[in-house]
């Protein structure tokens, strides 16, 4: 509670696919909280964080869920939830029925994908694996990759750059410094 007896919500991270919901609550040091899944709302009461004070909020869904699939994995500091959307198809415009902005809900950019992603290309890219994440997107990463028949180190002394000029064509000797 805050000092005018207000419980105060934990953060609230979320992202969302075609038929599911992914919805993180951010509190550490949070030992055996009440998480209450309905089909139109998630609720969370808990103590802990760095105040160890009781945190608590209820999320009003903008539409049902199924219940039935409901994952839910503690992770620590963070309870991860996974709520598979009643209706799956187009991608719900917020989190919750009301459309006023809660300050402590938040987009999880590290699992957000746009609507017109599709889930092969978003789903099988892991954040966490650059390398894999710059192969999928056409080898941006690959250092000169995308300058063919340059070989392995390119002389850009060689470059016609169109006035028949090469690069340090007008480039004198510099003086030696006294």
Known sequence: MTQDGKIVPPPVMWAQRSNLLFVTICLEDCKNPTIDVSADKVYFKGVGGTDKKTHEVTINLYKEIDTEKTVQTPKGRNFELVLYKKESGPFWPRL???????????SDFNKWQDEDDTDDEAGSMDPNNLEEMMRQMGNLGGGMGGMGGMGDKPNFNDLDLGDGDTPDSDDDEMPDLE
Do not use: A, D, R, S
């Not at 919750?96 to 938040?106: S, V």
């Open 96 to 106: 919750t029925k009301e459309t006023t902005k809660h300050h402590w809900l938040k």
